[in-house]
């Protein structure tokens, strides 16, 4: 019943989950974007009343989640899991928002890639039986990222030119067993790769060779190619790591086309001062739960692949002069 395997690294399921509803709620910065028509909610300042950013982080990811049930039209008691993540320690934003929410809560960790994990873990719950409805989420906001991850905000540090910016936003789905629209048809379980970087602000170089990694994996299980899908985005590789992502892929081979883009390239445009382009849990979650899911509905994008991407690595490991290892996860949809 259910899941049945397509290579090493790859799950097909038989009864693939249906994205029942989105909802992306984004800071003012993200809102300015070129994307900003796509959110269903954009803040005006980056504490909307809270006492503090982390505060305002869990707050944005409870507006997702509620947004997508209510979206949904059906009964909170009807969910069976809610599976959330972010960037902080011990992902205590989705530990507040779970403590709000008051639903089975599956806590998840996969840094930046944590929207592509989720999506997957929560098809499998449904395919395999486990679960009719699941909640997904994730946060990221940019003054917690910075303060925890790099230096305190209000310092004002001089950024490195491949250096993201961390997307202050929440993006949420609602899977559903049966329903109308897109279908989530496969999974890809990334493997962790690390070549040794260690500038934590060239996180783009980090996490390159995951995505490239799995993005190979993906078309060798299911024996297709990136002219099978309309639109491939990763998460949050910026454009040093896109750039790097598409060498690699075409040292192996591979040629993407014009289809592979990165959600932290297209969230901000070259006014807005973000050096090599968003990053952050956020990131790709608000650029799918928004963009995507509409050109998906409108049938504009028909069959999608979402690499969500993550630098593996912890202020202490950092300052410990650790490598950075990536991480990226995969998922298909098709209307």
């Avoid at 709620?25 to 994307?35: A, I, S």
């Avoid at 909640?135 to 990222?145: M, N, W």
Wanted: with cysteine; net charge negative; charged share 15%.
């Amino acid at each position: 019943m259910g899941l049945k395997r397509a290579g090493n690294q790859t799950v097909l399921f038989d009864n693939p989950p249906v994205i029942l509803s989105s909802y992306a709620v984004v800071g003012p910065k993200e809102g300015k974007g070129p994307l900003g028509k796509t959110f269903n909610s954009i803040w005006q300042d980056q504490l909307n009343g809270e006492k503090t950013w982390e505060l305002a982080e869990s707050k944005m990811l409870q507006e997702a989640l509620q947004g997508s049930v209510k979206q949904a039209g059906i009964g909170k008691e009807q969910i069976d899991f809610m599976l959330a993540g972010d960037l902080l320690n011990q992902i205590v934003s989705s530990n507040f928002a779970a403590r709000l929410m008051a639903l089975p809560f599956i806590g998840v960790y996969g840094a930046c890639s944590t929207m592509a994990l989720s999506l997957a873990l929560g098809s499998m719950l449904i395919d395999g039986g486990f679960a009719e409805h699941v909640l997904v989420g994730v946060s990221s906001h940019h003054d917690t990222a910075e303060r925890q991850f790099r230096a305190p905000t209000e310092q004002g540090t001089q950024r490195a030119m491949s250096a993201q910016w961390t997307v202050t936003g929440a993006g949420s789905v609602l899977l559903g067993k049966k329903g109308g629209g897109p279908r989530i048809t496969s999974a890809t379980i990334g493997r962790v790769i690390d070549y040794g970087e260690t500038d934590a602000s060239n996180m783009g170089s980090a996490m390159a060779p995951a995505v490239a990694d799995t993005i190979l994996n993906h078309f060798h299980d299911l024996q297709c190619t990136g002219q099978d899908y309309d639109h491939i985005a990763s998460g949050d590789l910026g454009t040093v790591g896109l750039a790097l992502a598409c060498e690699v892929l075409k040292q192996s081979g591979v040629d993407t086309g014009t289809e592979f883009t990165d959600c932290g390239v297209r969230i901000f445009d070259s006014t807005q001062d973000v050096h090599a382009g968003g990053s952050g849990c956020a990131c790709s979650a608000v650029v799918f739960a928004g963009d995507l899911m509409q050109k998906l509905k409108a049938r504009a994008l028909k069959r999608v692949l979402l690499i969500g991407s993550g630098a593996l690595h912890s202020p202490t490991s950092a300052l410990q002069g650790e490598s950075i290892p990536g991480i990226g996860h995969a998922v298909a949809i098709e209307a």
